[in-house]
């Protein structure tokens, strides 16, 4: 990435204030594992949140889980993860480098091959004569090479589990066990938010595909005749968004603007129940302040081995185009079926409208957490160039010896402000002493604590001039930064500075809370 690129401006803020940074910098890092600092840890910990409180607390319909990360192998045999969850790999006979062929033709040849055969894309390597792009030494032939991470349990080598590649298959493995103990009726949701691990071939843009990772996931469980019987339909149903239609991408359109109702009437979307889950991740997403999206249809060559039909969340981002933000899918029946045959368990639901039992169909809201981190610090990114008030005057000046001064440029300060919602914000509040003396430190300390009680994301900061302060925060996202001066001593008000219109009000220090939302 340039210097000068937005993306790498926004990933410099993320190491310099400690949002996130490359895991073990100290030995030389861990490509593809990542750490967060205080302020991504807060961030990242409100993004969670919203979501869960969204999706699980405030529905009827949702069981909430958090499953174990290790996970036993004949999971992932049944659902296909063991023979299926495979990258394309190549490697340099030379040196011996190794990368994902899919990325290498995207990089070389700037077309999306996402999801083709091994053979179509030897077929690209050799028309295109496409060498190691560290040494042009020649290339292997594409063969598949599986994501998930294997590790050793107790003391034996023979016993073995995965790391979960995703969150979903803990859900389908706990599937009847919560239905019944959360006495549920179709349809109802299992969601989890936790950490999920792929070994990703070329680990690359940040945190964008990383190896360990968070994922927020929905199970949600169908009676397989009723995918439009779906009573938020309506509610939804005149949203609009823009979609990218499998039609569209043949003929490099990106997208046009549509509503859940028209997409359903024209069978773009197949079923009520997926448009209305689109639309509720859209919606989340617009409360978070993320709106530069659209959704994109997976073509046929593209979809996963348990997918009917999926649709992805894209955003547009500066320097990558659109990519991929989360993804929803219909997963039919593909992964109960499969546990049922593997464990020999019955996973049917007894359906008391119908007398039926049926094994439910799943829709999948698929979040990704780091993704979505990354996304809305990019999104929230913004660099202001100020000119110094000192240069007004500097024409009329003069040197010791009478002469007049020759004009310099002054340099021009940029400043960086994160946008943040307030919901997301790691910090809600900063409160400043305008001076430590005069007792408006014990003063701002005693605002300071009060707040605390109430809003626990508030810090405390007296070093450095007021500005200063300010542009600390600015670059933290923080919405509402609280000045205690002489005339707090007197009225008992304080400034209160918001982000971003930079205006500034006085308030009352008992009406504080009330002044600022998140
Ligand atoms: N259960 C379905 C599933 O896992 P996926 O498209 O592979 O589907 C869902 O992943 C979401 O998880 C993605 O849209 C993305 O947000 C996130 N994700 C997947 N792989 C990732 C990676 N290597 N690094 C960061 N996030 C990732």
Redo the contacts with the bound molecule.
């Keep these: 990435m340039p210097e000068d690129s937005k993306i790498q401006k926004t990933i410099n803020l993320c190491v310099r204030r400690g949002f996130v940074f490359p895991s073990a910098e100290i030995y030389g890092s861990f490509g593809g594992f990542f750490d967060y600092g205080p302020a991504g840890a807060e961030l990242k910990a409100n993004v969670r949140q919203s979501w869960w409180r969204r999706f699980v607390q405030n529905r009827e319909d949702m069981l909430g889980l958090d499953g174990a990360v290790l996970t036993h192998p004949r999971i992932w045999k049944a659902s296909g993860h063991v023979d299926a969850f495979n990258d394309p790999l190549v490697q340099c006979q030379k040196c011996k480098h190794r990368f994902r062929a899919d990325h290498l033709i995207e990089q070389e040849l700037h077309e999306s091959v996402d999801g083709i055969s091994e053979a179509k894309l030897n077929e690209l390597f050799k028309k295109h004569k496409l060498a190691c792009p560290d040494c042009k030494g020649a290339l292997s032939e594409a063969k598949k090479f599986n994501l998930m991470f294997k590790t050793s349990v107790g003391a034996t080598e023979d016993n073995y589990a995965y790391l979960r590649p ?1 969150t ?1 298959q803990v859900i389908f493995a706990n599937f009847k066990y919560l239905q019944q103990i959360g006495r549920k009726a179709l349809p109802f949701g299992i969601a989890q938010a936790g950490r999920s691990f ?1 070994n ?1 071939i070329s ?1 690359r843009n940040f ?5 360990e ?1 968070e ?1 927020m ?1 929905i199970e949600f469980f169908l009676h397989p005749d009723k995918l439009d019987d779906c009573p938020d339909f309506d509610r939804i149903s005149k949203h609009k968004a823009l979609f990218c239609t499998e039609a569209d991408q043949k003929t490099g359109h990106t997208g046009h603007e549509m509503s859940f109702g028209d997409a359903v009437k024209k069978k773009i979307i197949q079923t009520r129940w997926h448009a209305y889950w689109l639309a509720e991740a859209l919606d989340w997403f617009a409360g978070l302040g993320l709106t530069k999206v659209r959704l994109r249809q997976h073509r046929s060559d593209e979809l996963s081995h348990y997918a009917k039909e999926t649709w ?1 969340v894209e955003y547009d981002y500066p320097e990558w185009g659109w990519k ?4 929803i ?1 219909n997963r039919t029946d593909f992964d109960l079926l499969a546990h049922a045959k593997e464990s020999g368990k019955d996973m049917t639901v007894f359906d008391e409208a119908t007398k039926q039992k049926v094994v439910p169909h799943v829709i ?1 809201p ?3 957490l ?2 979505l981190v990354f996304t809305l610090l990019l999104d929230a990114f913004e660099e202001k160039k100020d000119a110094p008030k000192a240069a007004a005057n500097e024409g009329n000046s003069a040197n010791a010896d009478g002469k007049a001064r020759k004009p310099t440029t002054p340099a021009v300060e940029v400043k960086t402000i994160l946008h943040l919602s307030p919901i997301v914000a790691p910090i809600k509040v900063a409160v400043f002493p305008l001076m430590k003396k005069d007792g408006l430190g014990e003063k701002a300390w005693d605002v300071y604590t009060a707040l605390k009680k109430t809003l626990p994301q508030s810090v405390y900061d007296e070093s450095g001039s007021i500005g200063k302060r300010y542009a600390r925060q600015d670059e933290l996202g923080t919405p509402y930064c609280i000045t205690v001066d002489h005339q707090t001593l007197e009225d008992g008000t304080v400034t209160l500075r918001e982000r971003d219109s930079g205006g500034q009000t006085r308030v009352k220090m008992d009406k504080i809370a009330d002044a600022i939302d998140g």
């Design positions: 995703e979903a792929r990703e680990p945190v964008f595909r990383g190896r990772f994922q996931e992805d991929e933000l989360m993804g899918a999948e698929s979040f990704g780091d993704r």
